[in-house]
Each structure stands twice: as structure tokens, then as C-alpha cells.
Nanobody
Framework: EVQLVESGGGLVQAGGSLRLSCAAS????????IGWFRQAPGKEREGVSC????????YYADSVKGRFTISSDNAKNTVYLQMNSLKPEDTAVYYC?????????????????WGQGTQVTVSS
């Protein structure tokens, strides 16, 4: 059974940090790209960052460049999203997803598996 389980969300003040984790199981991790997406109330889902598990290439949305860092521990089948200098506009439900591709992409249609999400709330 394929599972993606996010953790690490919570409430933080503006300027603070959180680290999200995405633990994957049930598929060959090295064959997949793992992406982080987020959806705020009343807004469309957007790509935040993604990483290729095969070669470590990363990609970031302009809105988070320089503040967020994605990394992967292939031995643990886990991807992390370190979020620093958080802003109220980062408030959203954050989802991780897996796409069977060597590319890094924000095309959500490429992602076959999705986690249930973790809430991140940044207070001003």
C-alpha cells in the first residue's frame, strides 16, 4: 500500500521556522520525484518545491526561494521541507506528493500519490 504521511505542521509566528516531513512507503522511492504543494483557503493549490529522488535536483516556487529548503533522505524514504522566515501568506495546508519521473515539476497531474496534508499557520 502506497502511503505518504506529512508531519511537522503547526502554528508559528511570522519570522519563525518549521520543518515538514514526508514519509513515503509502498513504492520505489528512487524512481520518484517528491513535491510539496500547498493550498490556502479560497485559493488554488500551488507548487512549493520538489526534488528528484534519483539525482537530488530541486525546484522552488519564486515565492519561497531563499526561505525554504527541500531535502531527501533516501535511506529513510523521507523528504523534508525546511521553512524559514515564514510569512502569514505561507499559511496553508501543505501536501506532499509523488510523481514517477526523474524530472522536477509542479504539474500536479504528474503526481500519482498524495498525502493527507498538514496545516501550517503563520501568525502576524
Amino acid at each position: 500500500e502506497v502511503q505518504l504521511v506529512e508531519s511537522g505542521g503547526g502554528l508559528v509566528q511570522a519570522g519563525g521556522s518549521l520543518r515538514l516531513s514526508c514519509a513515503a512507503s509502498g513504492f520505489t522511492f528512487d524512481d520518484y520525484a517528491i513535491g510539496w504543494f500547498r493550498q490556502a483557503p479560497g485559493k488554488e493549490r500551488e507548487g512549493v518545491s520538489c526534488i528528484s529522488s534519483s539525482d537530488g535536483r530541486t525546484y522552488y516556487a519564486d515565492s519561497v526561494k531563499g526561505r525554504f529548503t527541500i531535502s531527501s533522505d533516501n535511506a529513510k524514504n523521507t523528504v523534508y521541507l525546511q521553512m524559514n522566515s515564514l510569512k502569514p501568506e505561507d499559511t496553508a495546508v501543505y501536501y506532499c506528493a509523488a510523481a514517477r519521473t526523474a524530472f522536477v515539476t509542479f504539474h500536479s497531474s504528474w503526481y500519482q500519490y498524495w498525502g493527507q496534508g498538514t496545516q501550517v499557520t503563520v501568525s502576524s
